[in-house]
């Protein structure tokens, strides 16, 4: 794995191509897949010059009267994209969770002491099914 810097700076000079937009079409399609992969990085500067990067590639998107978007990736695939990743995390949260208090249920009363009250908030929301009516 590339150390930071080298990531960072790579991200900015793609970035920097937002000047010449117009002449490489193609170009931002491809960097868009790739970027796309990066999502979860795990280092945040990283993540948000990906976050940058994506903006811009779709920045681009016109529709045209036709209906037709004139450049790829278009605006509804990108957010297609990325509310199919947040399920993912969302799913694989909700079953950790589960399983934590599945496998920590009998000890739950030492375990209980080495969580903050913010992580004991959230744990009580995803482990507590709320009322319909609440």
Known sequence: MLNTFNEISRWTLITNLNEFQWRIPSIWCEINDYAKEFLDHPYKNVRESIA????????????????????????????????????????????TSLKFRRTHHDSWHEHREQF??????????VLISHSYYA
């Open 52 to 95: 940058s990067i994506l903006s811009i590639s779709i920045s681009f998107d016109i529709t045209l009267f036709n209906g037709k978007s004139t450049r790829h990736p278009n605006t509804s695939q990108f957010i297609d994209t990325i509310c199919k990743r947040l399920r993912q995390a969302i799913e694989v949260y909700e079953r």
């Open 116 to 125: 903050t009250e913010d992580q004991l908030t959230v744990l009580a929301d």
